[in-house]
């Protein structure tokens, strides 16, 4: 439910740091002049100002804004602990929302104003020589500044509200920062076309401008201000209040846990080392997952699994087949997977051994979860349920045994039961492309542990995929 309003909050991010730096570069090329002209000087001044604005706080996000499989990480709770806000912090999140909403109209209607401004302003005539994409752009600026402002506002109580606990004060302070941002731009720039209505009538008056040109001038500068109105300021009150709803989550960290000593209740703060790692199921008892047939054909300790690309599979970005080798290659213990019979088997001749079948989605928008299948026996092994950029894998009985979490943003993974480490996935190029990478599975002593290696195999391939089109998106 998160992954959408991190990507828009993500690309908004990007946005402000690309606008940041071309203000920069735009006020270098601007300084020779300044010394000569005065309204040059005026917008160096400008670009200068919005620059350090706009870079200072989206640098200031980005390096506060958690990694993003923190923020979509879905974990069990302990019981006792609370990793919801409270009640005051929903409700002011809500509220403040709401308020953001409420600035919807008031935008709409200062875009069309500042529309018909700038048709008065520029005429209907062409313009050969595109002159007008210079007011074009300063007004049609600040509405749309102020719309970000309303989205991010609704996307930090998005993300307060559904959030865990765990990361929610680094989110709404990153959040913070790309509000302020936007909100100290759009005074800003506010502040820059004020300056520029007063030069301009000044210039107006010192040359004995005609009246008519005076008064049109005058009016025009009047019906800009009332389509502002108050909507800036409004804007930096509800930041405010975003402010205060970041304390409140800081204030509430970390979770607390409530335990019952005879009639009395007493509050506690769990230790850091608690904290440290997400919580993990219990370990069950062996008998509750016993090993199937098709884990006595994985004994080795170490695998590669290596997609055999093609141009069709890497434009639509599907899930190609899969060459599986041990490391080091041994040419009579090979497998392969195929996504069209979404079956693991060995090569040249067979049989099948793992069948991964596609099951319910978790949610509308959810990934889809995956049964897991003894191909030689037909009896199930156990499920593969997505949680956030992180897997359960639960047993034949539904309850979840291991967690299979991102360590680092596609390219390596580790499951554990309990603390400890039963496999680990690691991606890497092997040459310049990805069309040269594979995920070496590798499966560390787990005596006494009840991991089915079939299980750490069947959702090797997935994590694979997803591995290398993180990949290419970090390399566009």
Request: glycine content about 6%; some cysteine.
């Amino acid at each position: 439910m998160l992954a959408i309003p991190l990507k828009i909050l993500r690309v908004i991010n990007t946005a402000m740091l690309a606008a940041g730096l071309a203000a920069l570069v735009s006020t270098i090329t601007f300084w020779p002049a300044a010394g000569r002209y005065a309204w040059m000087a005026a917008v160096r001044r400008f670009s200068l100002t919005i620059g350090l604005v706009f870079l200072v706080c989206s640098a200031g996000a980005f390096l506060l804004m958690p990694r993003t499989a923190e923020i979509l990480r879905q974990v069990p709770v302990p019981e006792g602990h609370n990793r919801r806000p409270s009640t005051m912090a929903t409700l002011l999140l809500t509220i403040l929302a709401a308020a953001a909403i409420l600035q919807l109209p008031g935008i709409f209607a200062w875009w069309a104003e500042d529309r018909a401004l700038l048709r008065q302003l520029l005429g209907t005539g062409s313009d050969p020589f595109g002159f007008s994409i210079i007011p074009t752009a300063a007004l049609y600026s600040m509405p749309a500044i102020a719309a970000l402002c309303v989205l991010t506002f609704v996307i930090s109580s998005i993300f307060g509200i559904l959030g865990h606990a765990e990361v929610a004060f680094r989110v709404l302070l990153a959040c913070v920062l790309l509000q302020t941002g936007l909100v100290g731009g759009e005074h800003v720039i506010l502040q820059a076309v004020r300056d520029a209505g007063v030069v301009l009538l000044r210039e107006m008056a010192a040359t004995n401008a005609d009246q008519t040109a005076v008064s049109t001038a005058t009016d025009w500068i009047a019906r800009h201000d009332a389509a502002v109105g108050s909507l800036a300021w409004r804007l930096v009150w509800i930041l405010g209040g975003y402010v205060v709803a970041a304390i409140l989550f800081e204030a509430a960290a970390p979770a607390r846990s409530v335990q019952t000593v005879g009639s009395t209740s007493e509050t506690t703060e769990p230790s850091t080392s608690e904290w440290a790692q997400p919580p993990m199921p219990a370990i069950p008892k062996p008998s509750a997952n016993p090993p199937s047939r098709a884990a006595g054909a994985f004994d080795y300790s170490t695998y590669a699994v290596r997609p055999k690309l093609n141009l069709l599979t890497s434009m639509l970005r599907m899930t190609p087949d899969c060459e599986i080798r041990t490391i080091p290659p041994m040419s009579r213990i090979r497998f392969s997977y195929s996504p069209r019979t979404r079956m693991i088997r060995r090569e040249p001749d067979g049989p099948d051994l793992i069948e991964v079948r596609p099951s319910e989605r978790s949610g509308v928008f959810g990934a889809r979860s995956h049964e897991v299948i003894d191909a030689t026996t037909g009896m199930p092994i156990g499920r593969l349920v997505p949680r956030g950029a992180d897997w359960e894998i639960h047993d034949t009985t539904g309850e979840p045994i291991a967690h299979v979490l991102e360590e680092s943003l596609g390219a390596g993974y580790v499951a554990k039961i309990g603390d400890r480490e039963v496999c680990r996935f690691t991606w890497a190029r092997q040459g310049l492309s990805v069309f040269s990478a594979e995920l070496e599975v590798d499966f560390p002593n787990t005596d006494g542990l009840p991991f089915d290696r079939a299980l750490g195999m069947a959702i090797a391939p997935m994590l694979e995929h997803k591995a290398r089109l993180a990949s290419e998106r970090s390399n566009r």
